[in-house]
């Protein structure tokens, strides 16, 4: 799955588009390497988010296309 679709589908970002951006402008990291909207998500992979002066660092546990909102948490582990 696409980096910036996981991000939306897990809601660790709210809006698909708002993901792409972020990931444009170098604000997400996947295993410590800048990602690009494109990278290929897979369990296993840290990512790290920084909006401003937050940053939030997750492990991906699972990748699925459709998640009901209150199982999304389940997609990732804090670190």
Known sequence: M?????LKVSRLIKRRTVAN????????SVN???ARASYDVKPGDVIEITFGDRKTKVEVIRVEETVRKEEASDMYKAL
Do not use: T
């Open 2 to 6: 696409r980096l910036d679709k996981y």
């Open 32 to 34: 410590d390497k800048v």
């Open 21 to 28: 951006e972020a990931c444009d402008a170098g604000r997400v």
